[in-house]
């Protein structure tokens, strides 16, 4: 070891003994600052992450490889030096390891010169440090890969420009077999191959931050075989080529070969263990999370998922096939045999084709692929069918990417594969079980109580008692064992428990038989089971299958193992007409919201003017309400009170067409939720919030041209659309734990009565800036240039921060305690305004359970599609963080938080940090400044070794004499030859 650390302090100092080394660590430098600021804009891309660094390191490390190895043997060569270096005691691999390490040495200096730029986006936003330590990593097992081809093609020849052409060439090879441009022209499975083969592909998983053990052993195996080829070369010319060597020369040859063969060999055995990485980044995205592999391990039937890609598809997708392949084969190693993966070419299975199409709904999508000269259409396939049971969901290939701009092109990712996976996964299993299926997984029995007084119940609901028993009964019969029940009138003397014990325990007060009368009656059911417990409340018609359907519902509710539902209610979209008969759309509809959460659960929407909702319901969504009835409160209110959770994108204001001055206009809700709202102790205040933290909105500006008017749209700063960054935002609250922002279109200020609130757990999620401002009349939604022409609106006189939502758990009490509910003066039949009223009242519940909570935004448009329209075509996909709060709300409120763990953890194509806008050219300035004066340093240290050098003998005659005589000891002629290399 010592001989090997000898040649390569040899080496180093001849390196940094001419200006060979500042030139070659100046020019990569250069290169590596200019491909990360100017070619790949660094800071147009506003993304917190060394991405642009390591892009064209495969490609410079090329060009430094071959120019540092070009002159190591060629020289040696030509100066007629080599000979007497093979004479040298020391062994030739000790030769061709030493000159390997010096140029690994040598390009490792030159990288951690560019360590300055992690430094610098780590001042400027939040970076992941797992991809760069990766990324360094992979750098430094490509240089060593890429320098032991260089030396041993130096080897073989004396003319040094031949010997770097040659490196470049075969270099570049080995990167340009895996890279896209030579993949899109071979079919999936040879370019999977390829892709195993190239250099340039292997390097991107690594600097994603991903250690695999097959990535460090390609790189490790590359270097070897052309180490082993460099000595193989190097003891060749020694050889003679007598028959007395002959032996010799082929049992070099043949140990040489079989352990190449074997380094092969290894790499081939361990190509199919995908589990064996390490995942440096910060949320582990690239690995199963705990949410993930504890649904897979309750999997109580097999889970297929198959992949439809097409051998011939879109060049920017096929990088991205093995990526899912990789990932649907970690769900199969972690499911234990539990999940079934394929993944076919339905062009090569014309059957399984035909049932995509047929009974999954699944066709090929066409792709425009542009050549030099032509362009053309192929149909792909790039979907993914999930299936468990006789349920099965879906994914196209528009479900899975996203496609970001960046420099002056595109680039597809995967948006968040393991969340689209996992969240799909948890549809289709939730949505297959039965309620047998719950009972028998459950751990405890299930114990139901039936409180009924018979004596006092109201004629109308006289057969309701026997119809709950006949339920609970029917359910117990078919349990095995799982659940009994038993029937209790609290108000006998005989009865286990008081009507006071029930009020304590649960909170359930007696229904009035009727204004006038002083009866009272009960008809609840307590379910129980280990340390839950639940109060099935009557809802609806109480006919047979409603009661069955509450005990369901709540039995599910009790389980994580079942599809939860989100009921909607939003203003109709139904287009009216106006006075002269002319048909007119609607401006809002809200289906992007609708579809975003049919990812993950069941979608219904409500009909509040029934006055009820179904227990059945596990989340309540009140958008932007509006024309509201006594009725429409009263069924929110009684949900609430049955300990639900309802969230209300509740603004004042909301966007009309305006028909006068043509545009939009806003207009004042006066009919919604306010009255109820307050009662719980939330007032929404009739106006807007303003802020100077915005997100621009396309304006028509007219432009004075000569003697003419022009009117064009710009993009200009638009207060009413707040835009809620990090600092305004709830800290260490899952609600918005995973969003960098969120905009709020014409958001009313939300206020919090701390005196009714006094015993409830009240949150501020989000809120605006300090310099923000309040609008008291909602309607002037438009810029006024003439009377404000810097920006159009009026400047405040005083700013501050306005709450924006609001989230609270506790008991609340009912807004209709004490008065008649609204069934006892509606009607009981149908009309043609709308539909019937249930024909029973169960009667009012007075106070709701802790478990009830409410979600306030302040804002009824956020959601709005014509909104997201907006965003979309002036800030690309943020509009995306509007959709994800409101599902990161419905986890939250039907406690699903493992959907939240994955989402938290992202794929960096969801969760990016931002830069700073402040110091563009200062920071880069000074990241050119850092590279100078690292030069300099290397530049005055080279001059001073030149300086100090003396005059050496090459050899010493007498070394040589020491090595023949053999009288000298091993550790003094070890110390001898050491000297003797140096010299």
Known sequence: MKQILTITRKELRSYFGSPMAMIFIGAFLV?????????????????????????????????????????????????????????????TYQLVIGKFLAVVALIGIALALTFFLPITVALLGNLDWGPVFGGYLAAILLAGAYAAIGLFVSSRTDNQIVALISTVLVCGAFYLVGSTGVTNFVGNEVGEILRAVGAGSRFESIQRGVIDLRDLLYYVTLAGIFLVLNVLSLKAKGWSAGEQTLPKRRGLALTSALLIVNLLVVNVWVYPLRSLRLDLTQYHEYSLSKATRNLLDGLQEPLLIRGYFSERTHPLLAPLVPKVRDMLQEYAIASRGRVQVEIIDPAKEPEKEAEANQVYGITPTPFQIAGRYEASIINSYFDILVQYGDQSVTLGFSDLIEVKQEGNGINVYLRNLEYDL???????????????????????????????????????????????????????????????????DPTQPNSPVTPQELYDAYGIRPFAASLFSNDVYYMHMIMKTGDQENVIYPAGEMSEADVRNAVESTLKRMSSGFLKVV??????????????????????????VREALRQEYEVRDLDLSTGYIAPDVDVVLVIAPQGFTDMELYAIDQYLMRGGTVLLAAGNTVIAQDPYAGGIAGRLITDGVAGLLEHYGITVQPGMVLDSQNEPFPMPV?????????????????????????????????????????TL????????????????????????TSGAWFQSDPTNIQPDFALYPESGFAQPSSTQVYTLAVSVQGTFDSYFAGKASPFETAQTEGTEEGPAAPTTNPGTIDKSPETARLLVVGSAEFVDDIVFQISKSMSGDSYLNSLQFVKNAVAWATEDLDLLEIQARGAESRILAS?????????????????????????????????????????????????????????????????????
């Open 31 to 91: 290169a590596t600052l200019f491909s990360f600021f100017w070619v790949d804009t660094f800071f147009a891309r506003g993304i917190a992450d060394v991405r642009p660094l390591f892009r064209w390191m495969p490609v410079l490390m090329i060009f430094i490889a071959a120019a540092l190895t070009m002159r190591q043997w060629s020289e040696e060569q030509r100066a007629g030096t080599l000979e007497i270096l093979l004479t040298l005691p020391v062994s």
């Open 422 to 488: 996992t969240s799909n996964i948890k549809k289709v299993v939730y949505g297959f079980q039965s309620v047998d299926t719950v009972l028998a997984s459950l751990s405890d029995p299930v114990v139901v109580t039936i409180y009924v007084t018979p004596k006092t119940m109201p004629q109308p609901l006289g057969e309701i008692p026997a119809t709950m028993e006949k339920v609970v009964q029917e359910i117990a019969a078919q349990s095995n064992g799982k659940l009994t029940y038993t029937v209790v």
């Open 567 to 592: 009921g909607i209610w939003s203003p109709s979209t139904t287009p009216t007409q106006d006075m002269y008969g002319q048909t007119i759309q609607p401006l809002s509809s809200w289906n992007q």
């Open 702 to 742: 007219v432009r004075q041209v000569g003697n003419y008017q022009i009117q064009e749209y710009q993009a200009l700063n638009y207060p009413y659309f707040v835009d809620v960054r990090a600092d305004g935002m709830a800290k260490n609250n899952t609600l918005v734990s995973n969003l960098a922002a969120i």
């Open 745 to 768: 279109n014409w958001s009313s200020p939300i206020q919090v009565n701390p005196e009714k609130n006094a015993e409830r757990e009240v949150e501020v999620l989000l809120s605006s």
């Open 915 to 983: 830069l700073k806008e402040s110091g563009q050219s200062f920071w880069e300035i000074l990241n050119y400044g850092v590279a100078l004066l690292a030069l300099l340093g290397i530049g005055g240290f080279a001059a001073m070794r030149r300086r100090n050098e003396q005059p050496m003998e090459l050899i010493k005659p007498s070394a040589i004499g020491r090595q023949r005589s053999g009288r000298t000891s091993r550790k003094k002629r070890d110390a001898a030859s050491s000297e003797e290399v140096e010299q």
